[in-house]
Nanobody, 125 residues
Framework: QVQLVESGGGLVQPGDSLRLSCAASGFAFSSYNMGWFRQAPGKEREFVATSNWWGGSRQYADSVNGRFILSRDNANSTMYLQMNNLQPEDTAVYYC??????????????????WGQGTQVTVSS
């Protein structure tokens, strides 16, 4: 049974940091491209970041580039998203995603094979 389980979300103030985790099981994690997406209330789901299967190529949405860092630990089937200098516009449900195909920048998620259930991140003073 495939599972992607996100954790690490919460309520923080502007300028704070959070680290999200995505624990994967039930598929060959190290062979999959991985990504983070987010969806704010009333908005469409949007691409945040992606890593190729071995972690050597990572790409970010312009809105988070320089503030967020994606990493992955293939030995432990886990992916992370370090989020620094969080702003109110980062408030959203964050989803972990896995794909056997390349996850493009500005992806709408059509190539995703597996999704996590999401974790809420709220940035508010």
């Amino acid at each position: 049974q495939v599972q992607l389980v996100e954790s690490g979300g919460g309520l923080v103030q502007p300028g704070d940091s959070l680290r999200l985790s995505c624990a994967a099981s039930g598929f060959a994690f190290s062979s999959y491209n991985m990504g983070w997406f987010r969806q704010a209330p009333g908005k469409e789901r949007e691409f945040v970041a992606t890593s190729n299967w071995w972690g050597g190529s990572r790409q970010y949405a312009d809105s988070v580039n320089g503030r967020f860092i994606l990493s992955r630990d293939n030995a432990n089937s886990t992916m992370y998203l370090q989020m620094n200098n969080l702003q109110p516009e980062d408030t959203a449900v964050y989803y972990c995603a896995a794909s056997s195909r390349t996850i493009a920048i500005k992806s709408r998620g059509g190539e995703i094979d597996y999704w996590g259930q999401g974790t809420q991140v709220t940035v508010s003073s």
